[in-house]
């Protein structure tokens, strides 16, 4: 029987299996649907162990609250455009929900918790696996926070790329002001002193270098090190930063005209820190054109 285009479309559609796959599965099946897509069940299984290895720079950021517990997630996948499929939605949602309700001591705990979706299951990591190979794409949660410290939240996602929840005690359109700023701002620490030291030591190498560059006196180049190095650390510190709805007094001026105590936060920005990689499409295409002609 003639496979036909429409026929790879309606299988990749019911599938989303990639083209090649549809196209090889209905030739198998000798243009039976319901028999290919049953053969790209069993067949694509065995992608997530092929899909694994592939950079998952791409994803989402959820975040699930329920009675004064919460969770923020973050799952990656390798493209933008499988952040908007349904099912990896449902299953970066229902990852937040269980660690909430689970609370997983890790990621890999985070896999044995109970989600069933698509056909697939019954724990997450099935699920994880069964979608690598529906969708064709690794997937995989990369970190997580768990909250239950009985401190409020207060909770704030821009779109699905960055998630941020406030610990606090008072008022709770502060608070959401302040996940708000944090999602603009992106301080690192709470105050000063909290900056982690490896992040002062880099500002400092660099102020270092441009005060020797200015050919000043020692003690003059000493100054513009540590002025620089103060600047920094207001810079990147929460409390010292300008509001973002009112920049004529700091996050700490506000905090403290509304009777509110920010006790900590949490900011996941997708991909942060994750080295993507760049492919050559020319190069993958024609790749993809010499495996097809060997297949």
Same mark, same amino acid.
């Given at each position: !029987?003639?496979? @036909? &285009?429409?026929?790879? &479309? *309606?299988?990749?559609?019911? @599938? +989303?299996?990639? !083209? !090649? /796959?549809?196209?090889?599965?209905?030739?198998? &099946?000798?243009?039976? !649907?319901?028999?290919? *897509?049953e053969l790209l069940r069993v067949k694509l299984g065995s992608k997530a162990g092929k899909a694994a290895s592939r950079v998952t720079a791409e994803g989402v950021v959820a975040v699930h609250m329920a009675a004064g517990v919460?969770?923020?997630v973050e799952v990656n996948c390798e493209t933008d455009f499988v952040t908007k499929n349904d099912s990896f939605l449902a299953l970066t949602q229902a990852v937040a929900e269980g660690i909430a309700k689970g609370n997983p001591a890790d990621v890999a705990a985070v896999g044995a918790l109970p989600f069933s979706? +698509?056909?697939?299951g019954p724990t997450i990591e099935d699920v994880r696996k069964g979608l690598i190979g529906k969708i064709g794409e690794n997937m995989s949660v990369r970190r997580f926070k768990r909250f239950a410290s009985g401190s409020k939240l207060a909770t704030y996602l821009h779109g @699905?790329?960055?998630g941020v929840v406030? *610990?606090? /005690?008072? +008022? /709770?359109?502060?608070?959401? +002001?302040?996940a708000m700023h944090v999602a603009a701002m992106k301080p690192v620490?709470? @105050?000063?002193?909290d900056v982690p030291a490896e992040l002062i030591e880099r500002e400092r190498s660099v102020a270092t270098a441009k005060a020797a560059e200015s050919g000043k006196p020692a003690e003059i180049a000493a100054k513009m090190i540590e002025g620089s190095v103060q600047k920094y650390l207001k810079e990147v510190s929460l409390f010292n930063q300008p509001f973002v709805k009112n920049d004529k007094q700091t996050v700490e001026q506000m905090l403290k005209e509304m009777g509110t105590t920010v006790k900590g936060f949490t900011l996941y920005v997708v991909g942060e820190g994750i080295e993507k990689k760049v492919d050559d499409f020319a190069a993958e295409v024609a790749a993809q054109v010499a495996a097809a002609k060997g297949a």
């Open positions: !029987m003639a496979i @036909t &285009a429409s026929m790879v &479309a *309606e299988l990749r559609a019911k @599938t +989303d299996a990639p !083209m !090649m /796959e549809c196209k090889k599965a209905l030739t198998e &099946a000798n243009g039976d !649907m319901p028999k290919a *897509e919460g969770a923020l979706l +698509d056909g697939f @699905t790329r960055i406030v *610990e606090f /005690e008072g +008022d /709770e359109a502060a608070a959401k +002001d302040v620490s709470l @105050t000063s002193a």
